[in-house]
């Protein structure tokens, strides 16, 4: 080995040598002033902590006792299943630049096909492109990059159903909620989406939101609802659900999902899929004890009566923790590979845009040039 050469960091160990430089460049009295005040919320917030785990101990047994728990266990005939085929489409996307209110907008979209049923080495379809957009500020280009990518998705969607299409049962997974954006409700846009759903569900094609960050309040306020347990506790459907599906998996020492229930947000998004004929039903899902808590979104262009609904989500369920998910993962790897080949990475997406700005600028726009630089 050469004495002088340099050391390998990973990821997240240059992450964290980041974080410190950081820290240390801050001034000497803010960093006392906060650090000072981080202690207090700390205490504060372990107490708050402790107090909730309480809570969230006794509206388990509570939601136990009636049902609300049900279990993914090993009676499917696993290699039939393994047949059924499936996809999944993810997409993403960097926004950069800024000059003179022209972004750029990196975007990758890809759909992963397993035709025959499940397999390590399915069929894999990149899309890439680069999209200028003219606005105003960057949370304006990020919110028009977002709908521009999910038209992307949404042309991935449609040709999986092609190439599923007539063979039978079937299912697409979609890296995220079902309504996404979840804020927006642009007439075209939703008829665009609703469009494709649809397609897929007419050729009897499956499409579940595989959904990892949880956010929103929906099944906290359906609880408030129904039971007597007092809730006022806990922030959100993640504060909830931490300690109780804990306790659930735990308990049972296998799989958990939630019961099933529609999506009865009423919001003005969600209204403007409803009234084109779009249900959506979800279930939160806890694959193993340190795993995180998932929701699962099934797509319907009909109301599921309770047996018929119950039956769907075991079956979704059985295949995503048995079929799709390797041992030790917590992800089915459809969605894994769909994100990993879709990620379009930040370092890359400047490099581009630097490759840009050097064909876009003469030496006669020089300060255009200094002024991208300082986008990088």
């Not at 499936?86 to 979209?109: E, H, L, P, T």
């Not at 040709?159 to 927006?184: A, C, F, Q, T």
């Not at 397609?199 to 359906?222: A, C, H, P, Q, T």
Request: charged share 30%; aromatic share 10%.
């Amino acid at each position: 080995m050469h004495g002088d050469a340099m050391p390998t960091y990973s990821i997240e160990e240059l992450k964290r040598i980041i974080r410190k430089m950081e820290f240390n460049k801050t001034e000497p009295e803010l960093l006392t002033e906060l650090v000072h005040r981080a202690i207090k919320v700390g205490g504060e917030e372990k107490e708050r902590l402790k107090h909730v785990s309480k809570r969230s101990h006794k509206l388990f047994e509570l939601l136990r006792d009636e049902g609300f728990f049900y279990q993914v266990e090993k009676n499917e005939d696993i290699e039939t299943l393994k047949k059924i085929p499936a996809g999944a489409v993810d997409g993403s996307f960097q926004v950069i630049g800024g000059i003179g209110g022209r972004w750029y907008v990196m975007i990758g979209v890809a759909q992963v096909i397993a035709e025959s049923g499940f397999t390590l080495q399915p069929t894999i379809f990149v899309d890439g492109s680069v999209e200028p957009l003219d606005s105003v500020d960057e949370s304006d280009a990020y919110r028009s990059a977002e709908v521009t990518m999910m038209l992307g998705e949404i042309s991935a969607l449609r040709r999986i159903v092609e190439k599923l299409r007539n063979r039978g049962e079937s299912y697409v997974l979609i890296d995220g909620p079902i309504i996404d954006p979840p804020m927006y409700n642009e007439e075209n846009y939703v008829e665009e989406r609703v469009s494709a759903l649809r397609l897929s569900y007419e050729e009897g094609i499956n499409v579940i939101g595989f959904v990892k960050r949880i956010m929103g309040r929906s099944l906290l306020k359906r609880l408030r609802s129904e039971v007597e347990e007092d809730l006022i506790d806990f922030i959100n459907d993640l504060d909830l659900l931490s300690t109780v599906m804990f306790d659930a998996v735990k308990s049972e020492g296998l799989p958990i999902y939630t019961y099933p229930v529609d999506l009865d947000e009423a919001t003005s998004t969600y209204n403007a899929y409803k009234d084109k004929g779009l249900h959506i039903y979800y279930s939160y899902y806890k694959p193993s004890l340190r795993g995180r808590i998932f929701r699962i979104e099934y797509v319907s262009f009909k109301p599921l009566k309770e047996q018929e609904l119950l039956e769907k989500f075991h079956r979704v369920m059985y295949l995503i923790n048995q079929v799709w998910t390797l041992p030790g993962l917590d992800e089915p790897l459809l969605i894994t590979m769909a994100h990993n080949k879709c990620n379009v990475r930040r370092g890359a997406a400047e490099t581009i845009y630097y490759e840009i700005m050097t064909k876009a600028l003469s030496e006669g726009n020089l300060h255009l040039w200094f002024e991208s630089l300082s986008q990088i």
